[in-house]
């Protein structure tokens, strides 16, 4: 028997997705996907949500989907309370991240200022990091069959437990500063449990990511007269030039977030299920026990869908995602709004292109906070499309259990 016990917690405005997997005889595998929230009035919250995540000290995994503060507040209180194995870093520039250091005001001896200034240092012990970029191009390749060299484990070697990471031969490059770093992209990389399925996807390639850079430093060298620093984030912010840098960053920032690392996961048994405290759905029937609205799925819905701040109507647009979407689609159940349900990443006309009629969609927020996080208009067009919309925030988590066979 495989049992996962997955958590939206209710953080405010952000995000904190934690899971374990555990089976009749093995120990459990727990992984996170973000830890953040925006307000400092929230900060509390989060803490006490990370603290009483897991009832062991170990995290085998831990996704970032993108840097901005409110996924990513709460990682350093996350590795300072679990030994974390293994990081899956979305790509990024430097001047990327200084830029947001500036934005959020973050100064030296700050919390997040390790993070910002490196964040594969910032991890750096016995953690391995792998920094996941997209394709360098948009062409789905159907015929590439995965054959990877196991380089990771999660459980001492023991590749009946723990979560297990493979990737492409010869795209491991461990030389950055001999820490343990790796970097692949979304199709060259492998996870999985002996009994559970990780799809990633990243679109953020090294030429966009060029791109970024560029754009920076044209921002920089014309309101400045004089190239980006090259030596480190302090040399930014030790300047007066902090609000106008801010400035380069919101006029780049379409650039910088249209991609985050979006993660699928889900049994490998063809018949597990989804429990909740009211009932139970098989995937051999169409409604769970007690009939409740909230517990009515399709067969087979019983993977989760995390997007951190996806542009999904730009997304949706690419080849690459389509053939990812398309293939995870039919089994998801429960399908995270992208940015907290903002009308500028999801449409109405790309949701009505996506078979959402048995899917739970899950949109987390912050009670009243200053973007006006969800649209309202959104909200009401799902409510037609989808089951139902489960609303995650400072007052309410959202907790379910799926459970099958472990062969």
Same mark, same amino acid.
């Given at each position: 028997?495989?049992?996962?016990?997955?958590?939206?917690? &209710?953080?405010?405005?952000?995000? +904190? *997705? /934690?899971?374990? @997997?555990?089976?009749?005889? !093995?120990?459990?595998?727990?992984? %996170?996907?973000?830890?953040?929230?925006?307000?400092?009035?929230?900060?509390?919250?989060?803490?006490?949500?990370?603290?009483?995540?897991?009832?062991?000290?170990?995290?085998?995994?831990?996704?970032?989907?993108?840097?901005?503060?409110?996924?990513?507040?709460?990682?350093?209180?996350?590795?300072?309370?679990?030994?974390?194995?293994?990081?899956?870093?979305?790509?990024?520039?430097?001047?990327?991240?200084?830029?947001?250091?500036?934005?959020?005001?973050?100064?030296? &001896?700050?919390?997040?200022?390790? +993070? *910002? /200034?490196?964040? @594969?240092?910032?991890?750096? !012990?016995?953690?391995?990091?792998? %920094?996941?970029?997209?394709?360098?191009?948009?062409?789905?390749?159907?015929?590439?069959?995965?054959?990877?060299?196991?380089?990771?484990?999660?459980?001492?070697?023991?590749?009946?437990?723990?979560?297990?990471?493979?990737?492409?031969?010869?795209?491991?490059?461990?030389?950055?500063?001999?820490?343990?770093?790796?970097?692949?992209?979304?199709?060259?990389?492998?996870?999985?449990?002996?009994?559970?399925?990780?799809?990633?996807?990243?679109?953020?390639?090294?030429?966009?990511?060029?791109?970024?850079?560029?754009?920076?430093?044209?921002?920089?060298?014309?309101?400045?007269?004089?190239?980006?620093?090259?030596?480190?984030?302090?040399?930014?912010?030790?300047?007066?030039?902090?609000?106008?840098?801010?400035?380069?960053?919101?006029?780049?920032?379409?650039?910088?977030?249209?991609?985050?690392?979006?993660?699928?996961?889900?049994?490998?048994?063809?018949?597990?299920?989804?429990?909740?405290?009211?009932?139970?759905?098989?995937?051999?029937?169409?409604?769970?026990?007690?009939?409740?609205?909230?517990?009515?799925?399709?067969?087979?819905?019983?993977?989760?869908?995390?997007?951190?701040?996806?542009?999904?109507?730009?997304?949706?647009?690419?080849?690459?995602?389509?053939?990812?979407?398309?293939?995870?689609?039919?089994?998801?159940?429960?399908?995270?709004?992208?940015?907290?349900?903002?009308?500028?990443?999801?449409?109405?006309?790309?949701?009505?292109?996506?078979?959402?009629?048995?899917?739970?969609?899950?949109?987390?927020?912050?009670?009243?906070?200053?973007?006006?996080?969800?649209?309202?208009?959104?909200?009401?067009?799902?409510?037609?499309?989808?089951?139902?919309?489960?609303?995650?925030?400072?007052?309410?988590?959202?907790?379910?259990?799926?459970?099958?066979?472990?062969?």
């Amino acid at each position: 028997m495989i049992r996962a016990e997955c958590k939206f917690n &209710g953080v405010g405005q952000g995000l +904190f *997705y /934690s899971a374990s @997997i555990s089976t009749s005889g !093995g120990r459990k595998s727990n992984f %996170v996907y973000d830890c953040g929230t925006n307000y400092e009035k929230d900060k509390s919250l989060l803490i006490g949500k990370i603290d009483s995540s897991f009832s062991d000290d170990t995290i085998d995994a831990l996704f970032i989907s993108h840097y901005h503060k409110d996924h990513i507040s709460g990682v350093k209180h996350l590795s300072e309370t679990y030994h974390i194995k293994n990081v899956f870093l979305p790509a990024f520039t430097e001047e990327e991240l200084w830029l947001l250091c500036l934005k959020y005001d973050v100064k030296r &001896g700050d919390e997040l200022y390790d +993070f *910002y /200034s490196n964040p @594969i240092d910032f991890f750096a !012990g016995e953690c391995r990091v792998y %920094v996941v970029e997209g394709e360098e191009d948009d062409t789905p390749n159907n015929e590439r069959e995965f054959q990877g060299d196991r380089i990771g484990y999660a459980n001492n070697n023991d590749i009946t437990d723990g979560i297990i990471i493979e990737t492409m031969n010869g795209i491991i490059d461990t030389s950055k500063k001999g820490k343990d770093y790796v970097r692949c992209s979304s199709e060259s990389v492998k996870i999985y449990n002996r009994c559970w399925e990780f799809k990633i996807y990243q679109d953020q390639n090294k030429a966009q990511c060029h791109e970024i850079k560029e754009e920076i430093r044209k921002e920089y060298r014309l309101k400045f007269g004089e190239d980006f620093p090259e030596n480190s984030i302090e040399s930014l912010i030790d300047t007066r030039r902090g609000k106008l840098c801010k400035d380069i960053y919101d006029k780049v920032e379409g650039k910088i977030n249209q991609s985050s690392l979006v993660l699928c996961h889900y049994p490998s048994d063809s018949d597990a299920f989804v429990s909740w405290d009211n009932g139970e759905y098989c995937r051999r029937r169409y409604c769970c026990k007690c009939y409740c609205h909230k517990c009515v799925l399709a067969k087979g819905r019983v993977a989760t869908l995390l997007t951190g701040d996806i542009n999904l109507d730009k997304l949706s647009k690419k080849n690459r995602f389509t053939k990812y979407i398309n293939k995870v689609l039919p089994q998801i159940g429960f399908f995270q709004m992208p940015h907290h349900g903002s009308s500028h990443n999801m449409s109405e006309n790309t949701i009505d292109s996506l078979p959402l009629n048995y899917t739970n969609m899950i949109c987390s927020y912050g009670i009243g906070n200053k973007y006006r996080h969800p649209d309202p208009y959104l909200l009401h067009q799902l409510e037609r499309l989808c089951n139902s919309i489960i609303h995650v925030n400072n007052n309410e988590d959202y907790f379910y259990t799926i459970k099958g066979n472990c062969r």
